[in-house]
């Protein structure tokens, strides 16, 4: 079993910033990709941001490719994400996910974290 525990989130104005961190604690493998998706009311949950941890590949959603940024502490077993320019369309309930990967990057198990709000509005 994993744990996440997310933090951050928040109301901010449009054209401000926001940090997410999300830690993973219990079975961590040492191949896996964690990072974030978002849900906004009536929408289909998207991938925002995800990196490897064995070699640091990042893959970002077409919405937030230039304006987010994702960076991982592996001692931690921690990613964040660097939110800028954030406009009213990235309002939405971030979640945390871990998906642990085996050696050939086939998937094993994948957990959520409980969400986070994120309220971009003036």
């Known amino acids: 079993q994993v744990q996440l525990v997310e933090s951050g989130g928040g109301l901010v104005q449009p054209g401000g910033s926001l940090r997410l961190s999300c830690t993973a604690s219990?079975?961590?493998?040492?191949?896996?990709?964690m990072g974030w998706y978002r849900q906004a009311p009536g929408n289909q949950r998207e991938l925002v941001a995800k990196?490897?941890?064995?070699?640091?590949?990042?893959f970002y959603g077409d919405s937030v490719k230039g304006r987010f940024t994702i960076s991982r502490d592996n001692a931690k077993n921690t990613v964040s994400l660097q939110m800028n320019s954030l406009n009213p369309e990235d309002t939405a309930v971030y979640y945390c996910?871990?998906?642990?990967?085996?050696?050939?990057?086939?998937?094993?198990?994948?957990?959520w974290g409980q969400g986070t709000q994120v309220t971009v509005s003036s």
């Open positions: 990196i490897r941890s064995n070699d640091g590949r990042t």
């Open positions: 996910n871990y998906n642990q990967l085996s050696a050939n990057y086939a998937n094993l198990a994948n957990y």
């Open positions: 219990g079975s961590i493998f040492s191949i896996f990709v």
